[in-house]
């Protein structure tokens, strides 16, 4: 395995990017341990990008650990499966971590106790089936990003497929403050994650696996090489810690030096980006034959009394899992369900764990600190600290003025909502929600305007059509007057003819 | 509001900017008071108390909160900005006015904080500059230090004795090597060879100053306060504008040195220019910014009528921010074809 070093070059011209305090102890230093089973599972369907997954069990069914109990709701959908042994007892609407605190339908399971697997169908070798099949079992067992984005991975695969990927870039990067689910997975579960790039690997066609981790991570790093040695197409890089490095394309950009087009895929460039814990659930569904029913979460923050990361069955209320790491101290400030940067502020505790949950966060005021916003002294801070190059004052200073269609102008489109900026911002501007508003009303008014276009091109369509009537009846109309006249012309002569003739006769 | 991610912030806030700035500026505060005097610690006091009552009351007209808009000490930058940048002998009222000028004016009558297209610390010099360019012009000259200290404070109040004033006070090294050089066969070794004005490389006294500035910029560019491309690009281009003069004609144009030491240069380097409201944000913008605040600096001090430049190049460079601003804006992450 030949080291692969950030040429140092790189890293200097590479200059986005902020460095939160990064608060990951003392969860990072224990190992994962499983939660346990609250009372009751709360199960969206909707737990990924996509269309909802459909129900194909009823009220009051017994289903059983790994039983698939909502199908693929469509070409870019994925199943769900029950995470325990237990009773439906509800399909009905329930909060779930959603920007805007919307309920959504999910099945609720009572867990009876007894975890029962479904029969599972194990693989010794996974390595052996065909690229065909590794796709369609990762579909099978439901399997999403799990770092948060919760694309379905089968989707990803066969999407790599069709754009020649050369590199699968392993994202083991975690630049989320508090968050360290994927540095325990890495250091505890470092050869099943190479096992399961290497799956990802073979069904995708590419030729090698680059695996980024950032540098605050060393016991990872080091387990990561060392479950990477045997395989000389798999190399662990070794990245600056910095917010957000774990965006795709900065990602690629920071390992491989080339800049992924905006208005194109990172497929474009030959990249396909999957997250380490993702690459882990890959290996269990293929060699255990497990469908994705837990996922590692990081239960952090000033408010828990003991943080952890915890192995947790999907649909797992957040109180449970603040009274399973010692309870909550003090009363959060703020509880979120992600991480602190990029994640989504919720107010019911009973919001439960989904795919893409990789932490539980009960902040402390002090940690918050929240303040009121004062005006802008346009120090540039945001500028510098923005890793697309935009420059989020002057984009809120226009969406502020409402001159929406220029904010897009400098690049609204191209914004991550990544928060950066808001972080560094010394008079606390809520920049992130300026552009979200931003970009949600630009969505509406398209999408307004794509109806009003429609409605224009059918109306048009229409008067089309009945000019096109209009002039084909007239046509036709012409065309037997014509014909007629022809006749009687034609008649009018005989008659004449006739009466020539008769005049001759006589 | 529900969901205003980031939920962890950086512990920053504009009154630690602000801090870390009037902090910056103690090394050349105590340079000042140990080569002229104390006086321009009663100009100090001045000016922070206007720019203060100024601040309280327009915030107060404009119905804004005042706790969190005074606490943030960007008043008290620009009054030091203004005692720093006025001579200390200038009587009370002019520095009072001053203050009340860019605080009234500059700041809020353009917008408050974060939106005055001029920096406010060099709209009031301009402006009094222009209505009093004799008082303007008093600075303290020879450094028989307990006479001038003394000299000083009683100039500072209105009834000090007016005869002194022409007995301490002379020409800035910029206003005496420009008169100087006026006077036939005058070079500029021996306009500057007069121990009066002019010490090492420029002015006396205040050469040491210049380096207490350029500590503090520096200690600013540490702690991330400003960033290196203003002071840089400025420093590059006056040394570059004054080289190329100096070594034409060094009989007639001062060397670089010089000009970097001399005047409001340093101050302006580091304090002045990059006044983040008031300058480019984008990383080339200040480039630009700075690069061309030197070549007005640079003309205005050889070929115009006034002591210094840094002040009429900072608002005239201050219109074209906007347009700098727009030109430069960093390439977007994949739009590079």
């Given at each position: 395995m030949p080291t692969i070093v950030i040429p140092p070059l790189r890293r200097l011209l590479q200059r986005w990017g902020v460095h939160p305090d990064s608060h990951k102890y003392p969860a990072a230093g224990l190992d994962i341990e499983d939660a346990g089973l609250p009372d009751m599972l709360r199960l969206p369907l909707s737990q990924h990008v996509g269309a909802p997954a459909k129900v194909i069990v009823e009220v009051g069914e017994r289903v059983l650990r790994g039983q698939l109990i909502a199908s693929t709701g469509g070409k870019i959908s994925a199943p769900l499966h029950a995470p325990t042994s237990g009773t439906i007892v509800a399909i009905d609407e329930a909060v779930v971590p959603h920007p805007a605190a919307l309920t959504d339908v999910a099945i609720h399971l009572r867990p009876d106790g007894l975890d029962e697997w479904i029969p599972l169908k194990s693989e010794l070798y996974p390595i052996n089936l065909s690229e065909r099949e590794i796709s369609d079992r990762v579909e099978d067992a439901g399997i999403v990003g799990m770092g948060g984005a919760s694309f379905p991975s089968a989707v990803k695969l066969s999407l790599g497929h069709r754009s020649k990927v050369t590199t699968l870039m392993l994202n083991g990067s975690e630049c989320e403050p508090y968050l360290s689910c994927d540095d325990r997975l890495m250091q505890e579960n470092a050869h099943a994650i190479i096992e399961g790039a290497r799956l990802i690997l073979k069904a995708t066609g590419a030729t090698r696996v680059l695996a980024g981790i950032e540098d605050n991570k060393p016991e990872a790093i080091l387990a990561m090489k060392l479950a990477a040695k045997p395989f000389p197409e798999v190399h662990i890089v070794k990245i600056p810690s910095r917010y957000p490095m774990g965006a795709d394309r900065q990602l690629i950009k920071m390992l491989t030096g080339i800049e992924a087009p905006a208005d194109g895929r990172a497929a474009d460039v030959g990249v396909l980006v999957h997250n380490v814990g993702t690459a882990y659930a890959v290996y269990r569904a293929l060699r255990y034959g497990e469908p994705l029913t837990e996922r590692v979460v990081t239960v952090a923050g000033g408010a828990v009394s003991a943080p952890r990361n915890l192995r947790v069955r999907l649909g797992t209320p957040m109180a449970y899992l603040f009274e399973r790491c010692g309870g909550l101290r003090v009363p959060p400030a703020r509880v979120v369900s992600g991480g602190p940067m990029m994640g989504i502020g919720v107010q019911n505790l009973d919001t439960p764990v989904v795919k893409g949950t990789s932490g539980v966060l009960a902040l402390a005021a002090a940690e918050v600190g929240e303040r009121e916003a004062s005006a802008c002294i346009r120090c540039g801070s945001c500028v510098e600290a923005c890793p697309v190059g935009l420059l989020p004052l002057e984009m809120a200073a226009r969406i502020h003025a409402n001159a929406l269609g220029e904010a897009e102008e400098i690049g609204l489109d191209d914004c991550l909502t990544c928060g950066a900026c808001g972080f560094i911002c010394p008079s606390r501007i809520p920049l992130v929600q300026y552009f979200q508003h931003a970009k949600g009303e630009l969505a509406s008014r398209s999408r307004e305007q794509k109806r009003l276009d429609t409605i224009k091109e059918l109306t048009e369509a229409k008067a089309a059509r009945i000019e096109r009537e209009a002039r084909e009846k007239a046509e036709i109309h012409a065309r037997r007057k014509a014909e007629r006249e022809r006749a009687q012309a034609a008649e009018a002569a005989a008659k004449a003819a006739r009466a020539a003739e008769k005049e001759t006769e006589a | 509001m529900l969901n205003n991610s980031p939920y962890v912030r950086k512990p920053a806030s504009v009154s630690r900017v602000m801090l870390k700035v009037l902090a910056a500026l103690v090394p050349a505060i105590a340079v000042y008071v140990w080569q002229f005097g104390p006086a321009i610690l009663i100009q100090l006091a001045l000016a922070s108390a206007t720019a203060l009552v100024c601040e309280a009351a327009m915030l107060k007209l404009r119905g804004k909160p005042l706790a969190l808009y005074l606490s943030d000490l960007s008043a008290i930058v620009t009054a030091w900005l203004i005692a720093l940048a006025f001579p200390p002998l200038a009587p009370w009222w002019l520095v009072v006015t001053g203050t009340a000028f860019a605080i009234v004016v500059a700041k809020h009558l353009y917008g408050g904080l974060g939106q005055n297209t001029f920096n406010p610390a060099m709209v009031a010099y301009c402006v009094m500059i222009v209505a009093f360019p004799s008082l303007m012009s008093q600075w303290p000259g020879d450094l028989s230090m307990q006479a001038a200290a003394l000299a000083e404070h009683a100039q500072v109040f209105p009834d000090g004795p007016a005869m002194v004033l022409d007995a301490i006070t002379s020409a800035t090294p910029l206003d005496a090597l420009r008169t100087g050089l006026r006077a036939a066969g005058a070079t500029v070794s021996s306009v500057s060879a007069d121990p009066a004005s002019f010490g090492?490389?420029?002015?006396r006294g205040w050469e040491w100053i210049a380096l207490a500035y350029l500590a503090g910029g520096l200690f600013l560019i540490q702690q991330r306060v400003i960033t290196w491309h203003i002071p840089a690009s400025f420093i590059a281009a006056l040394s570059v504008i004054a080289g190329a003069f100096w070594l034409a004609d060094s009989t007639h144009y001062a060397s670089p040195l010089f000009h970097l030491a001399a005047g409001g240069s340093m101050l302006g380097a580091f304090f002045i220019f990059t006044d983040p409201v008031s300058a480019c944000t984008t990383p080339r913008g200040k480039l630009i910014y700075a690069a061309a605040a030197a070549l007005l600096v640079y003309l205005i001090r050889v070929f115009g009528a006034y002591p210094d430049g840094v002040a009429f190049a900072t608002l005239l460079m201050n219109i074209l921010v906007p347009l700098i601003d727009m030109k430069t804006q960093p390439p977007v992450f994949g739009h590079k074809n």
């Amino acid at each position: 395995m030949p080291t692969i070093v950030i040429p140092p070059l790189r890293r200097l011209l590479q200059r986005w990017g902020v460095h939160p305090d990064s608060h990951k102890y003392p969860a990072a230093g224990l190992d994962i341990e499983d939660a346990g089973l609250p009372d009751m599972l709360r199960l969206p369907l909707s737990q990924h990008v996509g269309a909802p997954a459909k129900v194909i069990v009823e009220v009051g069914e017994r289903v059983l650990r790994g039983q698939l109990i909502a199908s693929t709701g469509g070409k870019i959908s994925a199943p769900l499966h029950a995470p325990t042994s237990g009773t439906i007892v509800a399909i009905d609407e329930a909060v779930v971590p959603h920007p805007a605190a919307l309920t959504d339908v999910a099945i609720h399971l009572r867990p009876d106790g007894l975890d029962e697997w479904i029969p599972l169908k194990s693989e010794l070798y996974p390595i052996n089936l065909s690229e065909r099949e590794i796709s369609d079992r990762v579909e099978d067992a439901g399997i999403v990003g799990m770092g948060g984005a919760s694309f379905p991975s089968a989707v990803k695969l066969s999407l790599g497929h069709r754009s020649k990927v050369t590199t699968l870039m392993l994202n083991g990067s975690e630049c989320e403050p508090y968050l360290s689910c994927d540095d325990r997975l890495m250091q505890e579960n470092a050869h099943a994650i190479i096992e399961g790039a290497r799956l990802i690997l073979k069904a995708t066609g590419a030729t090698r696996v680059l695996a980024g981790i950032e540098d605050n991570k060393p016991e990872a790093i080091l387990a990561m090489k060392l479950a990477a040695k045997p395989f000389p197409e798999v190399h662990i890089v070794k990245i600056p810690s910095r917010y957000p490095m774990g965006a795709d394309r900065q990602l690629i950009k920071m390992l491989t030096g080339i800049e992924a087009p905006a208005d194109g895929r990172a497929a474009d460039v030959g990249v396909l980006v999957h997250n380490v814990g993702t690459a882990y659930a890959v290996y269990r569904a293929l060699r255990y034959g497990e469908p994705l029913t837990e996922r590692v979460v990081t239960v952090a923050g000033g408010a828990v009394s003991a943080p952890r990361n915890l192995r947790v069955r999907l649909g797992t209320p957040m109180a449970y899992l603040f009274e399973r790491c010692g309870g909550l101290r003090v009363p959060p400030a703020r509880v979120v369900s992600g991480g602190p940067m990029m994640g989504i502020g919720v107010q019911n505790l009973d919001t439960p764990v989904v795919k893409g949950t990789s932490g539980v966060l009960a902040l402390a005021a002090a940690e918050v600190g929240e303040r009121e916003a004062s005006a802008c002294i346009r120090c540039g801070s945001c500028v510098e600290a923005c890793p697309v190059g935009l420059l989020p004052l002057e984009m809120a200073a226009r969406i502020h003025a409402n001159a929406l269609g220029e904010a897009e102008e400098i690049g609204l489109d191209d914004c991550l909502t990544c928060g950066a900026c808001g972080f560094i911002c010394p008079s606390r501007i809520p920049l992130v929600q300026y552009f979200q508003h931003a970009k949600g009303e630009l969505a509406s008014r398209s999408r307004e305007q794509k109806r009003l276009d429609t409605i224009k091109e059918l109306t048009e369509a229409k008067a089309a059509r009945i000019e096109r009537e209009a002039r084909e009846k007239a046509e036709i109309h012409a065309r037997r007057k014509a014909e007629r006249e022809r006749a009687q012309a034609a008649e009018a002569a005989a008659k004449a003819a006739r009466a020539a003739e008769k005049e001759t006769e006589a | 509001m529900l969901n205003n991610s980031p939920y962890v912030r950086k512990p920053a806030s504009v009154s630690r900017v602000m801090l870390k700035v009037l902090a910056a500026l103690v090394p050349a505060i105590a340079v000042y008071v140990w080569q002229f005097g104390p006086a321009i610690l009663i100009q100090l006091a001045l000016a922070s108390a206007t720019a203060l009552v100024c601040e309280a009351a327009m915030l107060k007209l404009r119905g804004k909160p005042l706790a969190l808009y005074l606490s943030d000490l960007s008043a008290i930058v620009t009054a030091w900005l203004i005692a720093l940048a006025f001579p200390p002998l200038a009587p009370w009222w002019l520095v009072v006015t001053g203050t009340a000028f860019a605080i009234v004016v500059a700041k809020h009558l353009y917008g408050g904080l974060g939106q005055n297209t001029f920096n406010p610390a060099m709209v009031a010099y301009c402006v009094m500059i222009v209505a009093f360019p004799s008082l303007m012009s008093q600075w303290p000259g020879d450094l028989s230090m307990q006479a001038a200290a003394l000299a000083e404070h009683a100039q500072v109040f209105p009834d000090g004795p007016a005869m002194v004033l022409d007995a301490i006070t002379s020409a800035t090294p910029l206003d005496a090597l420009r008169t100087g050089l006026r006077a036939a066969g005058a070079t500029v070794s021996s306009v500057s060879a007069d121990p009066a004005s002019f010490g090492q490389v420029a002015g006396r006294g205040w050469e040491w100053i210049a380096l207490a500035y350029l500590a503090g910029g520096l200690f600013l560019i540490q702690q991330r306060v400003i960033t290196w491309h203003i002071p840089a690009s400025f420093i590059a281009a006056l040394s570059v504008i004054a080289g190329a003069f100096w070594l034409a004609d060094s009989t007639h144009y001062a060397s670089p040195l010089f000009h970097l030491a001399a005047g409001g240069s340093m101050l302006g380097a580091f304090f002045i220019f990059t006044d983040p409201v008031s300058a480019c944000t984008t990383p080339r913008g200040k480039l630009i910014y700075a690069a061309a605040a030197a070549l007005l600096v640079y003309l205005i001090r050889v070929f115009g009528a006034y002591p210094d430049g840094v002040a009429f190049a900072t608002l005239l460079m201050n219109i074209l921010v906007p347009l700098i601003d727009m030109k430069t804006q960093p390439p977007v992450f994949g739009h590079k074809n």
